[in-house]
């Protein structure tokens, strides 16, 4: 076994064979990202709160509720035995590797890893994406027409799931290019990796803590890369709760059903330990109480409902050497569902969707509904969709055909037409990558009746183009009027009965707080209200903007990464913006620091693969202190990108 590391700290990984190269990555993680990994151990056995205090209790609640490490549990159980025994290579390179972690923040936390079990790996994929769904939407869809009574006022605006791009150029030779928006953590939620053995030889964006690469690859004759398909694929359902003679029973569509219940033990750090009631009904586990009904909820997610997860795709991703063996391999996954992009040597383009998603009622996809109505059952799985490519694609979130019957929340349009201009333009992928044209409410603008400064200010965005630059003080004062005008239709009366409070717990307050939704909306939501409405409120917050000295955008727009521990972080002043093709998303209203953002930006080249660029937000290594702990990030935040090595 051998590692060979590039002048970015990156690990090129050979082995003799695929189990022994699944231990090598792991053990690499554990040296590289080894806090980060027992941090994403500890979320998903819903144990973080023993370790870093009350402000963890949320989520372990959720997790414990959810069942995130009984359903890796489960899900491990029924791979295929090539897959099992491959994953549990990884698992044993990971405690190889833990054993001697010496990252600052198990001092600082005075803690120590814990091992690994065989099911791990799927416990840490489960956290990523628990909350990656559409399920906290129909969440806010409930507070929202417990207030308004109508939901139509926001429209499908979403601050959870969209960002991401992914275009592709048929050849030959084929290109496919993208850069993947999540939550910017540090460190970073991809490491980039490359993996060989005698079976194949493949560069791609592993998640740490899972083995393989699931969702960006290059195995030299083959690439493939995906984004957030925006499908829903996650039901909420309200049960009716029965307690007697010490057990529990639901109201199910033929009568009352017994569900499963047991208490668990929560142990937090500097607070008292705390019991947490699991329950769960045949649609699946109880996670939340709506507090204005006292109707419990329930979560139904494929991978429960099928105990799988789409596993048992990664190891044949690995032997790709075309497009259909890519094809082949996902249909076996489950969730989340993704739009996939792939493209081999001889110039072939696929677009596909991966993943399950149940047929059910139109309801289903809106709010939490009825566990007794037999109408919002699941009946079978909606069919995959896969076409080839000819010329160009491109996926961003948006509402495309292959997609559009599977979900509601879609990305607006504008980044899937820019991106598709500037590629019939000839534009090079970087220069794609870092577009910061965005959308402008210049109609709400040029409604405003203002006078002085404030007219001023008006005229001169009116004449600005939209470019979201770092040095650009028109965005600047786009973003101060545009917060201004957010704060003040929060305020309005007409929706000031939002105000109330949410009827869910705190961990969803990001997708229930009505601040942070008029922000993420606004289009929407000035639409919705009219002009008649929305012109006077423009007007105050043009008046207010020009009260406040003009700064470049870049002075407001800086990087605020989410670390399990505070520490020194690095920053960056960042271009671009939540609509923008570089969707560095804040939330107007609340903070225009940045928090979500591309997580990598990669161009697979299949006619060379040494010609291949990648880049992510801070660097190969997750130790503090580290050369390569941050290494990356001027150049990310410049819009560059660095090479794949094959030497």
Same mark, same amino acid.
């Given at each position: 076994m051998k590692v060979r590391r590039d002048d970015w700290g990156i690990p090129y990984l050979w082995a003799d064979d695929a189990d022994r190269l699944a231990f090598l990555q792991g053990r690499v993680t554990a040296t590289d990202r080894a806090w980060q990994i027992e941090v994403e151990r500890l979320r998903a056995e819903g144990r973080l709160a023993a370790v870093l205090g009350p402000a963890e209790l949320p989520w372990d609640r959720f997790a414990r509720r959810a069942r995130l490490d009984d359903t890796a549990r489960r899900c491990f159980a029924r791979l295929t035995p090539e897959t099992r025994r491959w994953v549990s290579a990884y698992v044993d390179g990971v405690n190889a590797g833990l054993v001697a972690a010496d990252a600052p923040e198990f001092a600082a936390a005075g803690h120590r890893p814990g091992r690994w079990r065989p099911w791990t790996p799927l416990g840490v994929f489960l956290v990523q994406h628990a909350l990656f769904g559409a399920f906290p939407h129909k969440l806010w869809r409930a507070d929202l027409a417990a207030a308004l009574g109508d939901t139509a006022l926001f429209g499908p605006a979403d601050p959870g799931g969209a960002g991401s791009n992914a275009w592709a150029l048929a050849g030959p030779p084929a290109t496919i290019a993208g850069d993947p928006h999540r939550l910017l953590e540090l460190p970073g939620v991809y490491?980039?990796?490359?993996?060989?053995?005698?079976?194949?030889?493949?560069?791609?964006?592993?998640?740490?803590?899972?083995?393989? @690469?699931?969702?960006?690859?290059?195995?030299?004759?083959?690439? /493939?890369?995906?984004?957030?398909?925006?499908?829903?694929?996650?039901?909420?359902?309200?049960?009716?709760?029965?307690?007697?003679?010490?057990? #529990?029973?639901?109201?199910?569509?033929?009568? /009352?059903?017994?569900?499963?219940?047991?208490?668990?033990?929560?142990?937090?750090?500097?607070?008292?330990?705390?019991? @947490?009631?699991?329950?769960e009904t045949p649609r699946g586990p109880v996670i939340d109480t709506d507090r204005r009904t006292g109707e419990a909820l329930s979560l139904r997610t494929p991978s429960r409902a099928r105990a799988a997860l789409g596993f048992d795709a990664l190891l044949p991703l690995l032997r790709a050497r075309r497009t259909a063996d890519v094809v082949a391999a996902l249909r076996v996954w489950v969730e989340p569902v993704n739009s996939v992009l792939v493209a081999d040597s001889t110039g072939d383009v696929r677009s596909l969707v991966a993943g399950l998603v149940p047929v059910r009622s139109a309801r289903c996809l809106r709010?939490?509904?009825?566990?007794?109505?037999?109408?919002?059952? /699941?009946?079978?799985?909606?069919?995959?969709?896969?076409?080839?490519?000819?010329?160009?694609?491109?996926?961003?979130?948006?509402?495309?055909?292959?997609?559009?019957?599977?979900?509601?929340?879609?990305?607006?349009?504008?980044?899937?037409?820019?991106?598709?201009?500037?590629?019939?333009?000839?534009?090079?992928?970087?220069?794609?990558?870092?577009?910061?044209?965005?959308?402008?409410?210049?109609?709400?603008?040029?409604?405003?009746?203002?006078?002085?400064?404030?007219?001023?200010?008006?005229?001169?965005?009116?004449?600005?183009?939209?470019?979201?630059? @770092?040095?650009?003080?028109?965005?600047?004062?786009?973003?101060?009027?545009?917060?201004?005008? @957010?704060?003040?239709?929060?305020?309005?009366?007409?929706?000031?009965?939002?105000?109330?409070?949410?009827?869910?717990?705190?961990?969803?307050?990001?997708?229930?707080?009505?601040?942070?939704?008029?922000?993420?909306?606004?289009?929407? #939501?000035?639409?919705?209200?009219?002009?008649?409405?929305?012109?006077?409120?423009?007007?105050?917050?043009?008046?207010?903007?020009?009260?406040?000295?003009?700064?470049?955008?870049?002075e407001r727009h800086v990087l605020a990464p989410i670390q399990a521990l505070p520490g020194g972080v690095p920053t960056a002043a960042l271009a671009g913006d939540t609509d923008c093709v570089l969707a560095t998303t804040s939330v107007p209203g609340v903070s225009d620091a940045c928090w979500r953002g591309p997580v990598a930006r990669y161009v697979w080249d299949l006619g060379d693969r040494a010609a291949s660029r990648w880049i992510v937000p801070f660097g190969a290594s997750g130790r503090p202190g580290d050369p390569h702990y941050a290494d990356q990030l001027p150049l990310w935040a410049a819009g560059e990108l660095i090479p794949v090595s094959m030497r």
């Open positions: 490491q980039q990796v490359g993996l060989a053995c005698p079976e194949f030889d493949v560069v791609g964006l592993a998640f740490p803590g899972v083995p393989g @690469v699931p969702h960006f690859g290059h195995a030299g004759g083959v690439a /493939w890369g995906i984004t957030n398909a925006m499908a829903d694929y996650q039901d909420l359902y309200r049960e009716r709760v029965r307690r007697a003679h010490g057990g #529990v029973s639901v109201r199910g569509p033929a009568g /009352w059903q017994p569900a499963t219940v047991h208490i668990e033990h929560l142990m937090v750090r500097d607070g008292a330990p705390e019991l @947490v009631e699991v329950i709010e939490p509904v009825p566990a007794w109505d037999p109408a919002h059952a /699941w009946h079978g799985w909606a069919p995959a969709a896969e076409s080839a490519v000819d010329g160009v694609a491109v996926h961003a979130n948006d509402r495309r055909a292959e997609v559009a019957d599977l979900g509601v929340d879609f990305a607006p349009p504008h980044r899937a037409r820019r991106i598709r201009e500037l590629v019939d333009a000839g534009t090079a992928a970087a220069a794609i990558h870092t577009d910061v044209r965005g959308p402008v409410l210049r109609d709400l603008l040029a409604a405003a009746s203002v006078s002085g400064s404030a007219a001023a200010l008006r005229d001169r965005l009116l004449g600005w183009d939209g470019a979201m630059g @770092v040095a650009s003080v028109e965005a600047g004062d786009y973003a101060a009027w545009r917060s201004a005008l @957010v704060r003040r239709l929060h305020a309005h009366p007409v929706l000031r009965p939002l105000h109330a409070p949410s009827a869910y717990d705190r961990l969803f307050a990001p997708w229930t707080d009505p601040l942070g939704r008029i922000g993420v909306a606004l289009a929407s #939501v000035v639409a919705g209200l009219g002009p008649a409405l929305c012109a006077p409120v423009a007007a105050a917050a043009l008046a207010e903007a020009a009260a406040e000295p003009s700064r470049p955008w870049g």
